[in-house]
């Protein structure tokens, strides 16, 4: 039996992906990526597994069940836990599609004992993901309603050892990771600066180890600064902690006065959901905000052992869960 699809939040784009032009983002993926799955497995059985005794072996099959409202973002992440424990997945739900609790999103086959060793690590890895992911679609939604043509971007303020699935989770969402690591691009912040005695000289020495294939940003706390950013060629001007009206005000005076093509101009700084769309401006190329990796609310998922003849039953999960939306199935 099928429950109809509840209508999901408005908060929440209703497509059936997130970032429709974005398809098989496992493929981005960097290839050490995996080794993690060791590391954080290692970090959860140091040891022996001694509640792994009690459930043995035996064949069991899990559901995967989506508690509160979220984008399903980081199925590649949860594929490869189970992998190595040597279950298979089963997903009734595309990554990047938008869900409502209480929503059946896929079924883990498997020996019990490696189910339930898998399940702590892939709950977090998905919760977590999904938080961004959902974010991240929040944000770009805003966006889109307001018709800004700009991009919507992550930080690198991410949690050390986490990074790939947030950043992941940003592109799951339909934002822009920004620079992924120092090497991706120069950013010369106010530090770098006052440290190379001023932006001009930041700016050339960056230059001379970058060369033309990386982008150089500077970071800015006046219009003045912004200027001589411009004047000494960096890619990207950032226009830090600016209030919104001045934000636009500066960056239309420079697009003015140095044209519109040669160099970007990013907001970045207390940017805040509710804030956001002030800072939306033909001249304002990109926002950046560190509200896209913290203090994300995460989704809420739960894995449960069910017998398998109620896998698919809609009266037996809807009694033991609550109302539960199988139409994925």
């Given at each position: 039996m099928?429950?109809?699809?509840?209508?999901?939040?408005?908060?929440?784009?209703?497509?059936?992906?997130?970032?429709?032009?974005?398809?098989?983002?496992e493929?981005v993926?960097?290839?050490?990526?995996?080794?993690?799955?060791t590391e954080w497995?290692?970090?959860?059985?140091?040891?022996?597994d001694f509640?792994?005794y009690?459930v043995?072996?035996k064949?069991?099959?899990a559901?995967?069940?989506?508690?509160?409202?979220?984008?399903?973002?980081?199925?590649?992440?949860f594929?490869a836990?189970?992998?190595?424990?040597?279950?298979?997945?089963?997903?009734?739900?595309?990554?990047g599609?938008?869900?409502?609790?209480?929503?059946?999103?896929?079924t883990v086959?498997g020996?019990?004992k490696?189910?339930?060793?898998?399940?702590?690590l892939?709950?977090?890895?998905?919760?977590?993901?999904?938080?961004?992911?959902?974010r991240?679609?929040?944000l770009?939604?805003?966006?889109?309603?307001?018709?800004?043509q700009?991009?919507?971007?992550g930080t690198r303020?991410?949690?050390?050892?986490f990074?790939?699935?947030?950043?992941?989770?940003?592109?799951?969402?339909?934002?822009?990771?920004?620079?992924?690591?120092?090497?991706s691009?120069v950013m010369l912040?106010?530090?770098h600066?006052?440290?190379?005695?001023?932006i001009?000289?930041?700016v050339?020495?960056?230059?001379e180890v970058?060369?033309?294939?990386?982008?150089?940003?500077?970071?800015?706390?006046?219009?003045?600064?912004?200027?001589?950013?411009?004047?000494?060629?960096?890619d990207?001007?950032?226009?830090d902690n600016?209030?919104s009206e001045?934000?636009?005000?500066?960056a239309k005076?420079?697009?003015?006065?140095?044209?519109?093509?040669?160099f970007?101009?990013?907001?970045?700084?207390?940017?805040t959901?509710?804030s956001?769309?002030?800072y939306?401006?033909?001249?304002?190329?990109v926002?950046?905000?560190?509200?896209?990796?913290?203090?994300?609310?995460?989704?809420d998922?739960s894995?449960?052992?069910?017998?398998?003849?109620h896998?698919?039953?809609?009266?037996?999960?809807?009694k033991k869960?609550?109302?539960?939306?199988v139409?994925?199935?």
């Amino acid at each position: 039996m099928k429950s109809a699809a509840p209508t999901p939040p408005s908060t929440i784009n209703s497509s059936s992906s997130s970032s429709p032009n974005l398809k098989n983002l496992e493929n981005v993926l960097p290839l050490n990526w995996e080794h993690q799955i060791t590391e954080w497995l290692k970090e959860d059985i140091p040891s022996f597994d001694f509640a792994g005794y009690v459930v043995g072996s035996k064949p069991e099959t899990a559901t995967l069940l989506g508690k509160s409202p979220g984008i399903l973002a980081g199925v590649p992440f949860f594929n490869a836990i189970f992998s190595h424990l040597s279950c298979s997945v089963s997903w009734h739900l595309s990554e990047g599609s938008s869900f409502t609790p209480i929503t059946l999103i896929a079924t883990v086959h498997g020996p019990a004992k490696n189910i339930l060793l898998g399940e702590r690590l892939s709950l977090n890895i998905l919760a977590r993901c999904s938080g961004i992911a959902t974010r991240a679609n929040q944000l770009n939604s805003i966006a889109k309603s307001e018709n800004w043509q700009g991009r919507i971007a992550g930080t690198r303020k991410t949690t050390p050892g986490f990074r790939v699935v947030e950043k992941y989770g940003m592109l799951v969402g339909g934002c822009d990771m920004h620079r992924y690591d120092l090497s991706s691009m120069v950013m010369l912040k106010d530090n770098h600066v006052v440290s190379a005695g001023g932006i001009g000289e930041a700016v050339r020495r960056a230059r001379e180890v970058c060369g033309f294939a990386v982008k150089i940003e500077v970071e800015c706390g006046k219009e003045e600064e912004a200027e001589e950013g411009v004047r000494e060629g960096a890619d990207v001007v950032m226009l830090d902690n600016f209030g919104s009206e001045e934000c636009k005000g500066v960056a239309k005076r420079l697009k003015e006065k140095y044209g519109r093509k040669g160099f970007l101009i990013e907001a970045s700084g207390g940017m805040t959901v509710e804030s956001v769309k002030n800072y939306f401006s033909e001249d304002v190329d990109v926002i950046s905000l560190g509200a896209l990796s913290q203090s994300v609310p995460h989704v809420d998922f739960s894995l449960k052992i069910v017998a398998i003849r109620h896998i698919c039953s809609y009266s037996y999960l809807s009694k033991k869960f609550g109302k539960v939306d199988v139409s994925t199935v």
